[in-house]
């Protein structure tokens, strides 16, 4: 089983959620890196973990948003993020809005995370 297998049977889901997203920011160009508990798994053995964490440049978001919506993701807009669901999968897509965050995009560097780059 690979990663990206591993991670859409964990969520129950029949759709690559997670590449969509990135296929969503990769398409926009967005600046973006992977936080959180995923994060993790490019450093350590797997955790499990039904959350991905991104951070979007905020100057993207709205863009984001937008695609994410036709692509089929259901919006849902919190306080410090912007919540991304897509029907038949349990993974929780977090768009992290809080501005603290965007520091982290300075010194981001792309890795592999369960199959994903």
Not at 82 to 103: A, I, P
């Amino acid at each position: 089983m690979t990663g990206k297998q591993f991670i859409n049977s964990l969520a129950n889901g029949s759709e690559d959620v997670v590449g969509r997203v990135v296929r969503i920011l990769e398409s926009l160009n967005a600046p973006h890196c992977i936080v959180g508990g995923l994060a993790v798994n490019a450093y350590a053995e797997p955790m499990v973990s039904l959350d991905v964490d991104i951070v979007v440049q905020d100057a993207y978001l709205k863009d984001v948003c937008a695609a994410a919506e036709s692509a089929g993701f259901a919006i849902e807009v919190f306080p410090n993020s912007v919540n991304l669901k897509m029907q038949g999968s349990d993974l929780r897509v977090q768009l992290q809005t809080d501005l603290r965050y965007q520091q982290f995009l300075v010194s981001a560097i792309q890795k592999g995370v369960l199959g994903y780059t």
